[in-house]
């Protein structure tokens, strides 16, 4: 679900080595905008790429390169944009932790796309982004889901600000808008761990545990991943990067409150998870419990008459009680007043 | 029964929607005070408002607006009282962790304000501060409930020194009323412990486990609410805001402590819940023992002599036993003298 | 136990209300000390004391005022004075967290008394000091057990430096009096937990757990005044406060070390109680599982033996093996190589 | 597994004793290299080493001192390059922390390296790495498992720039071959979770917890190993060593990245493990109470009707019933409307 | 095991009373050696002591006491040698914590030394240091077991450098002398955990749990004694004592390093024990689980057959099957078809 990828060990740094199981192909996509008007192709091959570094249009370009399985192509947009090669190594070794990058000429930022895709499962996926003055370069392996819809419709509608602002602002805009799909991702396991609640004491299943361990799990991998998104924030708000305007901190202050909430409720259903954990083993404590008392109470009841009763069905010559006229009604009677003291006293004891 | 609300993922910054569960009308009223009186009245629409950034007749004036349902107002109240956009959004998406931001022009203030609702359940519910040097705008989504009543009195009372102070002592009121709501509903809590530990060693029920486990996410949520709390009074303490007075930080210490306090409170009882829940475990643990000591020492009384009567039960032509007289007459013997034996062994071993 | 008293929620700071459960009547007494001798007297009113602020003869005098029924009277003392409205209220509002608040004119220290009452149960009591150059206000509730009579027996007797220090040492004294007597009440929680260390094991009750979780409730309970006892001890020694004098920090070194050795004491305690509480969830687990053996080996070995004598008990006209004459005797050894071929399995199992 | 040694309790510091089980043969190897090339050769003694703290040719230099078992020529070294006593008693007492230590004229490291041996078992070994600006010497137990082969080879080809850079670089690709190499080591604990939480809850071994025990104390031990081993790429990357220069860092800062994400790998396996061992706790206690279950049905269900046929089997003179023709059919329905009656009760309480 | 005294609350500080269970007698011995040669005597009492204080011949002075019972003669060597009151009062109150105490004059350290006595029982006893320049004071209650014979050998034989350095140098001996016995105390807990770690699966006792619970308790005490010293190593190493001179530094930082390697062993020791305690529980249960096995395939195959037999056990006048001659073959073959039965349902179910 996650992936994780990591450069042979004893490798030379910065080798970059094609993720196997990438499609090959990769889109090169392009936005152009500024406060009037917004413009986007698709670009055949990074040389078609126009060289933001030299050009000072006032223009901002976002330049989307999706797929990890063309290393040639991503060694050019590196040497076009003098991007640095460790950074590019980062990149393709995907699962990386989110951090932030100071290098010359450009930041560099590793986050982490969380969402669940069509199939309902919960699915995490890599953004690389280098920041510059006036252009972005976000870099991901495949562009199929895509969180970054509503921004680019913001963009085309040209509403709000992002028109006028510089790259770091739309870097905000991509950061926020990966944030924030974490608020429906963990709506849908609040729900979850709901439904869970509702049942554990009733009918504690055995499959119960199990859905609880692997919230639990996804849970700790969404922690790995929004605890140091938190950092990165906190690095573009409080960090001295020329690349970081101040008019856009007031927006980063903002996202770096939401990544607090979802901190917030991924430790508070964590701590959810491990009290409904103690619930279900009490409650199969309780059912073992029950299911004692059950066979306890029959056993306790009818094993002393049936030995009362196999008495009786002995066969010695001489058992004078087997000879009287009454002994069988008699036995009858003790066998009812030992049947009904022990239900008396079973229920004394709450167990009945 | 605590809100948490949140804009759409890749929605712009400081995008105002409203509540959607939110009564669409407004209810604004407006106290006017100074050292020599008070003057209370409703106000119809937000444009009726005195503009309280221009004028200084050196009245205080608190503004309360109550409801999310009509972002026109809102919009308007933001428009004429030059608030953030970004405080206004997260005005509206309520469920917010309690924070203080400085803007210019105003502090921020975001609290929780948690009650017993007259139907005895637990309750939250966001109150957004604005604090400027003279003015006070409290924004909470329904006035019904109402902490803040013992203020107003106190501010038509006249007594202490709450007509003399400025702006900030009024917030320092409204968030000392906000805390000090946690003690009563910490009480209950606490009262509801004591119920469980008095019962749980000898009748520990089916729903003891969820009573706990429903006042542990209770004491979690407020735990979640209250940290944050103790931050933002910190941050009024010592941090350096034009609009906090050095008159009022010696309040501002007191309500500090206020905070910690109920932290204390809220983390002594999070460990009680814990060890009452061993406490139950192991109760329950208990009572599967004590009714296996039941079956087993019945089952092991009278299994052996059915054994022993089956013996005699038995149909052989040639059994010796059965033809003396005596023989039904000794094997009472023997058994009695097998259930004896085995009372003492159980006896020793402390099951009886 | 632990009493807790809070302001009602929105009452105005420093509103001063009568402790309901607390006796009206207060006793104040005076001890004036200086190097050459101690006088003690009983004073009957705030009025009659002497005003220490203005007299400057050398003497340090000891204001013990017991009882918090008295608001008139407290109030009258905080006049005479000048001690803070907000310090006063945290006096009758008892439970306070120790905490060291320096005020305009004095230091304001509260600290919590422990010690078991006659009655051989666990008490706490809130004691209150007002620290000036030459005079310190002792306030508690009841002054009937006290802590502080070693202290004044010192004072009496002159040996020492008690007489040739100044208000701070005294209240070093009376801190480290308070602080000693957690080590005699935690000796008998060690002791306690060693005599359930002695018998979770052998013979685990019922009642083990409550005491167990009795004791756990009691250390944190402890946790909760004794870490902020150390703050406040901290506070002094490292604080720059005027009323503190150097030559009285290396005691106060001292009094640091003790509250640091009565956290590892409390803090090793509740490791303690936490194995403890393992323990007997495991030998609670292990009592079952015997039991459960007992049960099982017997119902193992009977029950075959039983189904054996009831196929000869059947009334079938044509059982071959009924009409033999030694069919008898031979069921007989076939039974008693099966209960014998089960007591070597069971054996080897371990379980006899 | 981990080996671990320390001098005898008293001795004086910095001495120096033979590890008893290391071999006593040392094998010396120096690899000489610069831009321009690379030589290999074995050298026979400490004393046919050249001088590198004299010469310097601009070539760069790495010994690696394979063997433990020869204190003379462990001493031998240390005179020939002022290596401190202190540092060479750390190298032969292997176990050790992972450690940076300065010293006057070299950089001292210590790090753990840690892989599968040919029989698949986890191993570790100790690395001391002593790092001067143009020589770098290795010293290690056991050369024949070596991690650091591709380093050489990458220093034979001549790729990269490890030939134009400094002994500080030498040191960073050893450590990060050394480092690497946890992430297949992680994989595989990785693969092994997997493989316990596919079958824990199906089929639950006497094995598995032993398992999950076992890979815990692996992790626990690998902790023990990179925790330090982060502190020591921190100190080489933010410290002020002369020995390390500005154009390493940058590679430091990676290999510092790669540390933190092996921590955070060995975390989240911590954590999978615990919740997998508490899955397995109450996998045990399910099955537990489902066996529980078969034995209740089938004795409620058929004890009772033991019974029943035992009042029968009586031999009471005077049974009214018996003599009935159709006493035997009617016992038969009632007993089997008594099981059908039992069956339905269990299927309601889902223990069917 | 280990020894806790402290004075009666309300005591004045400083207060010196003789340990009630020390004896009485008072050795006192004096160690003077310098580069050329070493000196040892026994001294009568105090009064013949040598000031060290004053002379200064170059020669460094160790006096060793021995003994808490005879209180006048510590006081003695407190006034002769101007040790403070309060560390006279903590060298007396044995079972402190380990603490490093600047005064005026000379260094006093606390320190614990942790071995086995010859009964083999774990045992720890306070060590006092006076450090000055010149000479060192120590003070143990019981000399009768030393961790100090290997200092003292290597101060007679002269080697390495003890003989060349000052007081400080002779204190690091002494303390990395306590410090290196953990190693061999730790190590024999290690072979105990690793003893029960191979049987708890195999054979969990009774006494298992009781095992590790106390091996619990005594790393606990271990921690709290080891905690503090490796701070005391630290401020010898990072204070700026004039008692600590800087060439002696170098070898503190390797003692603080042993210091932090006990640490480590020791909190992966209670790691340890915490994972084996639950080993042990789940292997408590296992046994629950399989005894209850063997029970419910015993019972649930018997007792219907018990039953069936019992059905043809009835007296009932008209029962058909009884007066066929087959009946009792047919009979066995039915119960021999449900024993198979059920054999094949719990196969399947994996209980057999």
Known sequence: MFKKRYSRPG?????????????????IKLMEYDRNGCHERVIDSVAALPDCR?????????????GLGDVAALKALGEKFSLHPLALEDVLNVGQRPKLEPYAGHLFIIAQMIYHDPEESLCGEQVSLFVCGNFLISIQEDAEMDVFEPVRQRIRAGGGNIRTMKADYLAYALLDAIVDHGFPVLEQIGEALQEIEDSVLTSPGKETIGQLHSLKRTLMQLRRFVWPERDVVNSMLHGDSEFIRPETKVYLRDLYDHTVQIMDLIESYRDVVTSLMDMYLSSVGLRTNETMRVLTVISSIFIPLTFLVGVYGMNFSNIPELKTSWGYFALWGVMIVIAIGQLIFFRRKKWL
């Open 54 to 66: 030299t050009t000072d249009d006032g223009k901002i370009r976002w330049i989307e390169f999706n």
């Open 11 to 27: 490798a030379a740094p910065a080798t970059l080595q094609a993720a196997p199981d990438a499609p090959a192909s990769v889109v």
